[in-house]
């Protein structure tokens, strides 16, 4: 089946740990992306990257850390510098192209304990 | 940066009724997505709509891209109609392609 993998589906972390969010994708996407999303609210770009081994920072991304080594993949760590982690995070790819829609994984709830 | 605004924030509605959800932008836009997302949180793609008008069953949207607003309307509602409703565009200016601004939604709730 084609589509985006996230795992895992829950995590829980302790504070001052840094924990890392997979985001797997079999389309053959260039571009991927990670957003976050508090309760009641829409959602906001961390970062995005348009093509292997490069990155960009997108709206909130302090706290956070990527890397694109492979086209399929593209992790998400959250550091002990994010101030308020607890959110739902998404994952999402698209073709590099100007008119492209974008495709979503089913999301990682982190919960800091 | 562009600005995405849905109207209206919340949705109530008998089981059969129609409904027309609105979303403005501040600019130009190359692209427009419509999402449901399911109580699991899971975003599901309804429509991808720049300009124009598309249907698919019961759902269909408009894009006025050149009046920077787009409508979704769900006919004979169901109560799994119910979740929220995500526009999200991207900004045509720019050179990140792909780069989505959500708006807030609008949780459509289905009774009965």
């Known amino acids: 089946d084609g589509g985006i993998t996230q795992s895992p589906k829950y995590l829980f972390r302790k504070e001052g740990q840094n924990v890392t969010l997979s985001c797997e994708q079999n389309l053959n996407h260039d571009a991927m992306y990670w957003y976050r999303q508090d309760p009641g609210q829409g959602l906001r770009l961390i970062y995005y990257s348009q093509i292997v081994n490069d990155f960009q920072k997108g709206d909130i991304a302090e706290g956070y850390s990527v890397s694109r080594e492979k086209k399929e993949s593209f992790p998400l760590t959250v550091t002990s510098a994010q101030k308020n982690p607890t959110a739902f995070y998404l994952c999402a790819s698209s073709i590099r192209s100007e008119n492209t829609e974008a495709f979503f994984g089913q999301g990682t709830r982190l919960t800091v304990v | 940066g562009i600005q995405v605004e849905q109207s209206p924030p919340d949705l109530i509605l008998q089981e059969g009724a129609n409904s027309t959800l609105r979303c403005n932008f501040s600019d130009s836009v190359n692209n427009l997505q419509w999402f449901h997302q399911n109580p699991w949180g899971q975003l599901i793609n309804l429509f991808y709509i720049p300009s124009g008008t598309k249907q698919n069953g019961r759902l269909s949207a408009t894009t006025v891209a050149t009046e920077r607003y787009s409508l979704l309307y769900i006919s004979s509602s169901q109560t799994t109609d119910s979740g929220v409703y995500f526009c999200?565009?991207?900004?045509?200016?720019?050179?990140?392609?792909?780069?989505?601004?959500f708006g807030q939604g609008t949780i459509l709730t289905v009774h009965p």
């Open positions: 999200a565009v991207s900004y045509a200016g720019g050179t990140s392609y792909g780069k989505l601004t």
